[in-house]
């Protein structure tokens, strides 16, 4: 069983930044693929970011240019950083972690961008 948690959500302005983290348990963390979805009100989950082992990144088009993932296998965590903040990125954001044979979510981070 691998334990996922999020952390770093709140609310800020529109063209703010937040780092989002991830942290997730297992001895073997730099072998999983960590991804970072989010869900608005009314909307279906969308994937945002993942980044693979050999810390290879994609992005959704909405959020490449100002959203950054990365990992930091010492510390069995991955980061979101998000820039030039919008409204519409408004959502509850998930980090998912596959290890290859499993899926694991954690319960989940607001984040609310707002004048």
């Known amino acids: 069983q691998v334990q996922v948690v999020e952390s770093g959500g709140g609310l800020v302005q529109p063209g703010g930044s937040l780092r989002l983290s991830c942290a997730a348990s297992?001895?073997?963390?730099?072998?999983?693929?960590m991804g970072w979805y989010r869900q608005a009100p009314g909307k279906q989950r969308e994937a945002v970011a993942r980044?693979?082992?050999?810390?290879?990144?994609i992005y959704t088009d909405s959020v490449k240019g100002r959203f950054t993932i990365s990992r930091d296998n010492a510390k069995n965590t991955v980061y979101l950083q998000m820039n030039s903040l919008k409204p519409e990125d408004t959502a509850v954001y998930y980090c998912?972690?596959?290890?290859?044979?499993?899926?694991?979510w954690g319960q989940g981070t607001q984040v609310t961008v707002s004048s």
């Open positions: 998912n972690a596959l290890t290859g044979i499993y899926t694991y």
């Open positions: 980044i693979n082992s050999g810390k290879i990144t």
């Open positions: 297992g001895s073997t963390f730099s072998s999983y693929s």
